[in-house]
Nanobody, 119 residues
């Protein structure tokens, strides 16, 4: 069973919205941080947004005002609400979580989910 798994990707027209979800394994002890990255074949993986246990949030300039990150520590879930999508947002989106289990702690990546924005 994967420690982290994304869902919610798909195809949408420009101006549309998608909500990505990131689920941590229910067997973990604590979810500390959630980060969303994206990557295309032409570019290196880049940070999109992050949130920590204190609720501190940061966004990349290219999504600020359009995307919203959130975290439900009780449900061990992370979310990325993406609005006003444009073709430049097309990428594979990855979730990265800092997780504490009963035997270890560290960062874990999901497998990625494709987001395609086109008319």
């Amino acid at each position: 069973q994967a420690m982290v798994a994304e869902s919610g990707g798909g195809s949408v027209q420009p101006g549309g919205s998608l909500r990505l979800s990131c689920a941590a394994s229910k067997n973990i002890f604590s979810l500390v941080t959630v980060e969303w990255y994206r990557q295309t074949p032409e570019k290196e993986r880049e940070l999109v947004a992050s949130i920590d246990a204190d609720g501190d949030i940061d966004y990349a300039d290219f999504v600020r005002g359009r995307f919203s990150i959130s975290m439900d520590r009780g449900e061990k879930m992370g979310y990325l609400q993406m609005n006003s999508l444009n073709p430049e947002d097309t990428a594979v989106y990855y979730c990265k979580m800092y997780i504490v289990t009963n035997i270890q702690r560290g960062f874990y990546w999901g497998q990625g989910t494709q987001v395609t924005v086109s008319s």
